[in-house]
C-alpha cells in the first residue's frame, strides 16, 4: 500500500507543471488531470463494482444486504426489532448512511424469505412505499437462521472503521441469489438476475449433485406470464418477454388479474392511459380494485373489440415488457458474467464444502467430548485424584495425573496436553461423589454413534448434502409453488392490435390521400399504424403509409387499407395491353410487397390503362357485360363473361385474353359469389391462438355465421368468433367448432348435493360464459366427452357393509336422455361411489358410418382424452380409473 501510494504520488508530481507569466513574474502551477482521472476513477469504479452494486456469488448478497443481515443476527433474540433501530445498528458497518440502509432493507423485507416483517412494508403490486422506520418492524426468518448464519464457519474481517468485526461473506446453503434475483449499476457494467422457484431451485440443486441435466425459468412474485425462448440460461444478451395475465369478464370489460416483472398496478395503468391518450386503444375507464391481489377492470369502448383491446394492451402498454437478463457476479474478487447454471453449480458445490465443514466441526467436537469424558471416567474409577493428595507442588500433581493416564494414552485419537490434565483438576469433589459408571458409559455410547453418524454423513457427503436439500424443502417449500405461468407469446403485429381511430380520406380532383381530408371522400376507417394501397388507371400501384396528407395523382381508380399477407381479399381486373394492344382479364391477390414500390400489374407497355377494376375481400367473382365499338364484320358486339371461370393466379401474370376488339364500356351483370371455400382454422395450443398457417390442431373449415365452443374452469363454456385475434380462456380445456346438434356428457361431482351425477345436453349459442355444472365452489368435473355412446364403470365403497357390491358398468346415453344445459342430470348411484372407470366408447347401433369431412365436424374423443382431475391411469389402452377421497 506504501508502494501505491508513493507512485501515485509520483504520479501527480510528474502532472504538475509550473510556468511564469510573462506580464506580472507571477508564477502558476498547472495540474494535469490526465493522470488522476486514470488512477482515481478506477479506483472508484474498482470500489462501486465490489463493494456496492454487484452480488457476490458465495452467498448471493451485496455488501449492504450481508451487513443488514449481519445486523439483525446480532440483535437478533426471537422478537421483532424496530427497523430504525436494525438501521442504527447496522450503520456501525456501512459507511453509506441510513436512506440506503433502509431502502435495502424494505426490499429484502418485501422478497418474503430471510426476513419476517410487521407493520406496513409497503406493496409491490402497487409500488406504495413502505411506512417510516420508526412505524415498522423486522427480524430474521426461520429459514435465514437454517441456511445462512453458523458462526464456527463464517470468515470475518474489520469493519471500515476497523472498530468491529463483519463477515467476510455469510455461511449460505442455498441458491439465494437465484431465489430471490437481483438488480444493480455499476461504473461499466450491470447485473440484472431474475428470481427463479424455491422448489424447483432445489430440485436443480438435487440434480446438480446427482450429476443430472437440469433447467431453471424465472419464477415471478407477482405471477403474469413469461416468454423463455430466448432465456439462454440467463446468460449476458438473453431477453425475455413478460406478459400480465388479462380475461374477458364480458364484451366490454377486460380484468388484469397478474402484472409482469419489474411494472406496478400504477405504471401499468399509466401506459394504458397513455396509449388511449395517442389512440392505440379506446377505453371509457379503468377501475382499479388492487388490494391483496392485483385487480384492475378496463372497460371499454361499445366499438371495440375484446379480443382486439388485449392484442393492443400487450402491443402498446407495459402489460407485456421485454428484460434483459444480465447474470454478473462477484467471483473471486472479480466481477464475471455467468449463466444461471453455472452460478447454481457454484453456489452448490459452496453448500457442501459448507456442510463439510460443519460435520468436520461437529466431528472434532465429539471426539473432544469422548477424549475428555473417557479422562475423566479413568480419573475417577481409577482414583487417580487420590494419587495426587500427597502431592507438594502444582508441577508434582500434573507428573501425578499424566503417569496415572499412562496405560490408557494408546486408545486417545490424539495425545494428552498439559491442558486436558488441568481440566482434570477442575472436576469438583462433589461431582466426583455423585459420579454414575452407568450414565458416563451411556454418555460415551452416545457420542460414538453421533461420531459414526458424523463420520459415515463426511464419507457420503454428496447423499448428506441432497438430504440437507430435501429437508429444506419439506419445511419450507409447501407454500412456495410456481407463480408465473410459462408460455409461448406470438408475435402480435402493431398494426392489427392498434385501434381504428382514424378515418381515411381520397380527394380524387386534387391528387391527395390521407386523415386530414375531413371533406373529401371518405373511405375506411384506419389507424395510425396502418398503410394504404393506391391502383392507378395506367396499371400501377403501390403501398405506403397512412398520414395526414400524402399526394398519390390524380389518376387513382382505388385506395383502400392494406391487410398485409391478406390472401382472400382478390381483385378482378381487365386492361388494355398498350394503346392499341389486346384486352386481358385476371384476377390476383396482393399479399407482401415493399413499402412505396411501385409495382405493374399490366404487361408494363406503354399506354397500358385499367378498363375495369373491383376489390372482393372474400374472393368473390362477379359476371361483367362487355360493350364493344362497332365494326365492319362485327356480328357480336356483346358478351359476357364470368370471373368465376378464372382461376386466381399472381399479380405477375399477364392474365387471360377477353378479347381483341376495342371495347366500349363494361357493367357488372351479376353480383359476385365468394370462390373460396370456408376459412381452414387451426389451434395452436402452444400460444392459444387461432391461425391459417396450419399450425398445431385443426378445426374445421369456417364460414359466415360458424363458431368456435370453449369449455374451461370446470363448469363453464363460451362461444367464440374465428377471428384470428380472438383470445381463449387461461384455463380452457376443450376448443372445437360449434355444432349445436353436437351431444355432450358430462360425468361430475355436484357440490351441495355430495355425489356424483351424470348429464347429457347440447350446448346453446350465447353471447355470455355460460354454466353448465352447477355453481358451486365444490363442484368438480369428472369428464366430458362428445362420444355418441360413452361407458363407465363403477367401483362402489364396500367399507361396513358384509356382502360386497359388485362392479357396475353403465352405458350413458341410454342411462340418461338429452336435456337442457342448465338440467342437473341424474345421480349415478344412490351406493357411495369409490372408483369411477372410463371405458372405451363403442360404436352405437344406430350410428351410421361417417365420412372423413362429417369426422373433422364432429370429432370422437378417445377413452378419457378430457377426464378432469382423474386418479391413475391404467395400464391399458381401453379404460381410465378415477379414484375418490
Known amino acids: 500500500m506504501e508502494e501505491e501510494q508513493q507512485g501515485n504520488n509520483n504520479q501527480e508530481k510528474e502532472n504538475q507543471e509550473e510556468h511564469q507569466d510573462g506580464g506580472n513574474g507571477t508564477w502558476h502551477k498547472t495540474v494535469s488531470l490526465e493522470g488522476m482521472y486514470e488512477n482515481w476513477f478506477l479506483d472508484y469504479a474498482s470500489y462501486v463494482i465490489l463493494e456496492r452494486a454487484v452480488p457476490s456469488i458465495v452467498d448471493g448478497l451485496k455488501p449492504v444486504h450481508r451487513r443488514i443481515l449481519h445486523a439483525m443476527y446480532e440483535l437478533d433474540d426471537g422478537r421483532f426489532n424496530k427497523v430504525a433501530n436494525l438501521i442504527g445498528h447496522t450503520m456501525k458497518y456501512h459507511p453509506h448512511g441510513d436512506a440506503a440502509i433502509g431502502d435495502a432493507?424494505?426490499?429484502?423485507?418485501?422478497?418474503?424469505l430471510l426476513i419476517d416483517t410487521q407493520g406496513n412494508w409497503g406493496n409491490v403490486l402497487t409500488g406504495d412505499s413502505a411506512a417510516a422506520p420508526r412505524y415498522i418492524e423486522a427480524r430474521l426468518s426461520q429459514f435465514a437462521h437454517d441456511v445462512a448464519f453458523n458462526p464456527k464457519t463464517t470468515e470475518w474481517t474489520l469493519s471500515y472503521d476497523g472498530r468491529n468485526k463483519e463477515p467476510l461473506t455469510l455461511p449460505v446453503k442455498f441458491p439465494l441469489l437465484l431465489a430471490q434475483g437481483v438488480e444493480g449499476i455499476a461504473v461499466g457494467l450491470s447485473s440484472k438476475i431474475m428470481p427463479h422457484n424455491f422448489n424447483e431451485l432445489i430440485d436443480a440443486s438435487i440434480n446438480v449433485l446427482k450429476e443430472k441435466d437440469f433447467t431453471l425459468y424465472p419464477d415471478f412474485p407477482g405471477g403474469g406470464m413469461v416468454d423463455v425462448n430466448r432465456y439462454n440460461d440467463g446468460k449476458k444478451g438473453s431477453r425475455i418477454r413478460v406478459r400480465a395475465k388479462i380475461s374477458k369478464v364480458d364484451k366490454k370489460t377486460l380484468v388484469i388479474t397478474e402484472i409482469p416483472y419489474s411494472q406496478t398496478t400504477h405504471s401499468v395503468i399509466d401506459s394504458i392511459l397513455n396509449a388511449n391518450e395517442k389512440g392505440k386503444i379506446r377505453i371509457k375507464r379503468i377501475d382499479d380494485n388492487t388490494a391483496e391481489h392485483v385487480e384492475i377492470k378496463v372497460i371499454l369502448h361499445n366499438s371495440v373489440s375484446a379480443d382486439q383491446a388485449i392484442d393492443a394492451l400487450y402491443a402498446f402498454t407495459n402489460c407485456e415488457v421485454s428484460i434483459s437478463p444480465n447474470a454478473c457476479v462477484i467471483d473471486e474478487d472479480k466481477p464475471r458474467f455467468l449463466s444461471v447454471s453455472d452460478i447454481l453449480r457454484k453456489t452448490v458445490s459452496q453448500s457442501q464444502h459448507l456442510l463439510t465443514r460443519e460435520l468436520e466441526i461437529r466431528k472434532g467436537e465429539l471426539q473432544e467430548k469422548i477424549l475428555f469424558s473417557s479422562l475423566e471416567k479413568i480419573f475417577i474409577e481409577n482414583r487417580i485424584y487420590r494419587d495426587i493428595e500427597e502431592c507438594e507442588t502444582w508441577e508434582e500433581i500434573i507428573r501425578t495425573i499424566d503417569k496415572g493416564l499412562e496405560p490408557f494414552k494408546k486408545d486417545f485419537y490424539r495425545d494428552i496436553k498439559r491442558d486436558d490434565i488441568i481440566k482434570l483438576t477442575q472436576i469438583q469433589i462433589k461431582r466426583i461423589s455423585k459420579y454414575?459408571?452407568?450414565?458416563?458409559?451411556?454418555?460415551l455410547r452416545n457420542l460414538q454413534k453421533e461420531l459414526e453418524k458424523v463420520q459415515y454423513n463426511l464419507e457420503h457427503i454428496v447423499d448428506y448434502t441432497i438430504n440437507y436439500y430435501k429437508r429444506i424443502k419439506k419445511k419450507y417449500g409447501k407454500e412456495r409453488t410456481r407463480k408465473t405461468e410459462i408460455r409461448d407469446f406470438e408475435n402480435i403485429e402493431a398494426s392489427m392490435a392498434a385501434v381504428a381511430n382514424q378515418k381515411l380520406y381520397l380527394d380524387r380532383e386534387g391528387g391527395f390521400a390521407g386523415t386530414g381530408l375531413k371533406k373529401a371522400e371518405y373511405i375506411a376507417d384506419c389507424s395510425d399504424l396502418d398503410d394504404m394501397i393506391i391502383f392507378r388507371s395506367d396499371g400501377t400501384f403501390h403501398v405506403t403509409?397512412?398520414?395526414?396528407?400524402?399526394?398519390?395523382?390524380?389518376?387513382?381508380?382505388?385506395?383502400?387499407?392494406?391487410?398485409?399477407?391478406?390472401e382472400r381479399t382478390v381483385y378482378n381486373i381487365v386492361y388494355r395491353n398498350g394503346l392499341n394492344g389486346r384486352y386481358f382479364v385476371k384476377r390476383f391477390p396482393v399479399t407482401s410487397i415493399k413499402k412505396d414500390r411501385v409495382y405493374d400489374i399490366t404487361q408494363g407497355n406503354p399506354k397500358s390503362k385499367i378498363i375495369y377494376f373491383t376489390a372482393n375481400p372474400n374472393g368473390e367473382a362477379e359476371v361483367i357485360g362487355i360493350h364493344l365499338y362497332p365494326r365492319p364484320r362485327l356480328k357480336n358486339t356483346y358478351f359476357s363473361y364470368d370471373f368465376s371461370k378464372l382461376p386466381v393466379r399472381s399479380r405477375t401474370a399477364k392474365g387471360n385474353i377477353l378479347t381483341k376488339h376495342a371495347i366500349r364500356k363494361i357493367k357488372k351483370k351479376e353480383e359476385g359469389v365468394s370462390t373460396f371455400g370456408g376459412m381452414d382454422i387451426w389451434l395452436d395450443e402452444n400460444v392459444m391462438r387461432l391461425n391459417t398457417e396450419e399450425e398445431g390442431k385443426y378445426l374445421g373449415s369456417f364460414g359466415e355465421g360458424d363458431k368456435i365452443i370453449s369449455f374451461f374452469g370446470d363448469k363453464y363454456y363460451r362461444l367464440h368468433g374465428y377471428d384470428l385475434t380472438t383470445h381463449f380462456e387461461e384455463n380452457a380445456f376443450r376448443i372445437e367448432k360449434f355444432d349445436e346438434d353436437r351431444i355432450y356428457t358430462a360425468v361430475y361431482y355436484h357440490g351441495e348435493r355430495q355425489d356424483y351425477y351424470v348429464k347429457r345436453f347440447t350446448a346453446e349459442?350465447?353471447?355470455?360464459?355460460?354454466?353448465?355444472?352447477?355453481?358451486?365452489?365444490?363442484?368438480?368435473?369428472?369428464?366430458?366427452?362428445?362420444?355418441?355412446?360413452?361407458?363407465?364403470?363403477?367401483?362402489?365403497?364396500?367399507?361396513?357393509?358384509?356382502?360386497?357390491r359388485e362392479n357396475e358398468e353403465l352405458e350413458l346415453s341410454s342411462f340418461i336422455g338429452i336435456k337442457g344445459y342448465k338440467a342437473i342430470g341424474n345421480k349415478l348411484s344412490s351406493y357411495k361411489i369409490k372408483k369411477i372407470q372410463v371405458l372405451k366408447s363403442l360404436p352405437c347401433e344406430e350410428e351410421e358410418e361417417k365420412t372423413p369431412e362429417e369426422a373433422v365436424e364432429e370429432p370422437q374423443d378417445k377413452a378419457g382424452d378430457?377426464?378432469?382431475?382423474?386418479?391413475?391411469?391404467?395400464?391399458?389402452?381401453?379404460?381410465?380409473e378415477i379414484n375418490f377421497k
Open 105 to 112: 432493507l424494505v426490499q429484502l423485507g418485501q422478497k418474503d
Open 436 to 443: 454414575d459408571s452407568f450414565k458416563a458409559d451411556e454418555l
Open 545 to 566: 403509409r397512412v398520414e395526414e396528407k400524402v399526394h398519390i395523382g390524380k389518376d387513382v381508380i382505388f385506395v383502400d387499407v392494406f391487410k398485409k399477407n391478406d
Open 765 to 804: 349459442a350465447a353471447e355470455k360464459a355460460q354454466p353448465y355444472l352447477f355453481e358451486h365452489q365444490d363442484t368438480k368435473l369428472i369428464y366430458l366427452t362428445s362420444d355418441k355412446c360413452p361407458r363407465i364403470e363403477l367401483e362402489f365403497d364396500n367399507s361396513g357393509r358384509k356382502k360386497p
Open 866 to 880: 378430457d377426464v378432469q382431475d382423474a386418479g391413475n391411469e391404467s395400464e391399458g389402452e381401453d379404460q381410465i
